[in-house]
């Protein structure tokens, strides 16, 4: 069998797998900063979505029961009968891992989550 030289020949030089590698490498330095930004921007406005359906819950929860400015509400049990479940019949947490809590009825903002301003973005409700 007769082989031809440029079949011997054939595939890519260390040079241009280096120049490959070397552009993919770029590209992951500029995108990965990119998408945890993204990320942490993504969950601080879920969370504070989520203080603000609380939030509504609370106001409702206070007018029905007869709540005064001063008054405690407790934090789930009051306000789950007011604000949309997720599948676990449990009120949504916070995507950052934050927890949320109630302070007292007329405070602004009434509901807080333990990351706040700890964090960029932040967690708070303005």
């Keep these: 069998?007769?082989?031809?030289?440029?079949?011997?020949?054939?595939g890519f030089t260390l040079v241009e797998?280096?120049?490959?590698?070397?552009?993919?490498?770029?590209?992951?330095?500029?995108?990965?900063?990119?998408?945890?930004k993204a990320r942490s921007r993504s969950q601080a406005t879920a969370c504070i979505n989520?203080?603000?359906?609380?939030?509504?819950?609370?106001?409702?929860?206070?007018?029905e029961k007869g709540k005064r400015v001063g008054d405690v509400v407790n934090y789930p049990d009051d306000i789950t009968a007011y604000i949309k479940l997720?599948?676990?019949?449990?009120?949504?947490?916070?995507?950052?891992?934050?927890?949320?809590?109630?302070?007292l009825v007329g405070n602004i903002p009434q509901a807080l989550c333990s990351l706040g301003a700890t964090v960029d973005p932040p967690h708070v409700l303005q």
């Design 86 to 103: 997720n599948s676990e019949n449990s009120i949504p947490p916070c995507p950052a891992g934050g927890d949320y809590s109630l302070a």
């Design 1 to 10: 069998m007769k082989t031809s030289k440029a079949s011997l020949l054939a």
């Design 50 to 63: 989520n203080l603000r359906q609380i939030e509504a819950a609370v106001q409702q929860f206070a007018i």
């Design 17 to 36: 797998i280096m120049i490959v590698v070397t552009i993919i490498g770029i590209l992951a330095a500029i995108g990965i900063p990119s998408f945890v």
